[in-house]
């Protein structure tokens, strides 16, 4: 059984992710991937390069992803590139692990916030959509990343909506309690997912 967990930014995939990995389950997590890609991968490197500019890198080399996030969050073509340089990368690591998966009949969970923007709900069995208030989301952000909330609005306006992305969902998990609250949520719907799995 394949489980996809996405939702917005800042609603808690991440922390979902981690009670779901005490059980010993594999995780894929898409933001890992990128990061990896965009550390690493010359490929990937050289596309943001080509298209983006000096401006996205820090004198030394790296990616400046602070640089990239301001431009691709406020201006969807932009945001609509790095996808089309990122997604086909992405989605190659998760096909291979989803077929080691079914190859060997273990579970996977892969953690992607742009899961269904990216068209791979069909390869989910399950999907959970991590979901909370616009004002917890936005608290969130804000002391996340150090953000005016003029600029954290507009990052979560450049995304589907947290309404839109509940239609998909299997299991919707609200993230609008305690840390505690929330991850006692996620263990129960593990535990059905598990028990889903069995049967």
């Known amino acids: 059984m394949i489980l996809g967990i996405t939702g917005g930014i800042s609603t808690g995939k991440t922390t979902a ?5 005490q059980s010993g ?27 983006f500019g000096s401006q996205v890198f820090r004198p030394y080399g790296s990616l400046d992803r602070t640089a990239l996030g ?3 969050f406020s201006t ?9 340089i990122l997604h086909p990368p992405i ?10 998966a079914h190859a060997y009949s273990e579970p996977l969970v892969v953690v992607a916030p742009l899961l269904i923007e990216a068209n791979m709900v ?9 979901s909370c208030s616009p004002e917890r989301q936005l608290e969130r952000l804000c002391g996340r990343s150090g953000i005016e909330v003029e600029e954290a609005r507009t990052w979560i306006a450049s995304q589907m909506s ?10 919707v998990i609200y ?25």
């Open 17 to 21: 992710a981690r009670v779901v990995a």
């Open 25 to 51: 389950v594999r995780i894929i997590d898409c933001d890992e991937v990128s990061h990896y890609l965009t550390d690493y991968d010359a490929t990937v490197l050289t596309a943001i390069y080509e298209h």
């Open 70 to 72: 301001r431009i691709v």
């Open 76 to 84: 969807e073509a932009e945001r609509r590139t790095l996808e089309q």
């Open 91 to 100: 989605k190659a690591v998760v096909q291979a692990n989803i077929e080691t």
């Open 122 to 130: 069909g390869d989910m069995d399950r999907l959970w959509v991590i």
């Open 162 to 171: 947290l309404e839109e992305k509940e239609k998909y969902a299997d299991t």
């Open 175 to 199: 993230n609008d309690g305690t840390l505690e609250e929330f991850k006692e949520a996620v263990a129960r719907a593990w535990d059905v997912f598990v028990a889903d799995s069995e049967h």
